[in-house]
């Protein structure tokens, strides 16, 4: 199983980045994509998260509005689109996929960092 995260790096307050995640090793479309974040000192929170087959989504209330989570289940790939970025927006970012009703089956990639900052 392999979660591949990339498209962080420095973006300045107000601006945009899209962030990939690429699957492997598992049955993609079957499982729940997700994507956490961890500031320094601060534990790792859910940004978004989005259902097998792309039908529900849900955000937190820090980024409704300005971050979109959507998934390409022909390319094993989850991304997230992050608008109108600000400094606490400021972390790792995590992909996550999950499958099960007691997340029997729960893997993460390694994280990308984004740095909102002028």
């Known amino acids: 199983v392999q979660l591949v995260e990339s498209g962080g790096g420095l973006v300045q307050p107000g601006g945009s980045l899209t962030l990939s995640c690429a699957a492997s090793?598992?049955?993609?479309?079957?499982?729940?994509m997700n994507w956490y974040r961890q500031a320094p000192g601060k534990e790792r929170e859910l940004v978004a998260g989005?259902?097998?087959?792309?039908?529900?989504?849900s955000y937190a209330d820090s980024v409704k509005g300005r971050f979109t989570i959507s998934r390409d289940n022909a390319q094993n790939t989850v991304y997230l689109q992050m608008n109108s970025l600000k400094p606490e927006d400021t972390a790792v970012y995590y992909c996550?996929?999950?499958?099960?009703?007691?997340?029997?089956?729960?893997?993460w990639g390694q994280g990308t960092q984004v740095t909102v900052s002028s």
């Open positions: 989005l259902s097998s087959f792309g039908g529900t989504t």
């Open positions: 996550n996929a999950r499958y099960g009703p007691f997340a029997d089956y729960n893997y």
């Open positions: 090793g598992f049955p993609f479309s079957s499982y729940e």
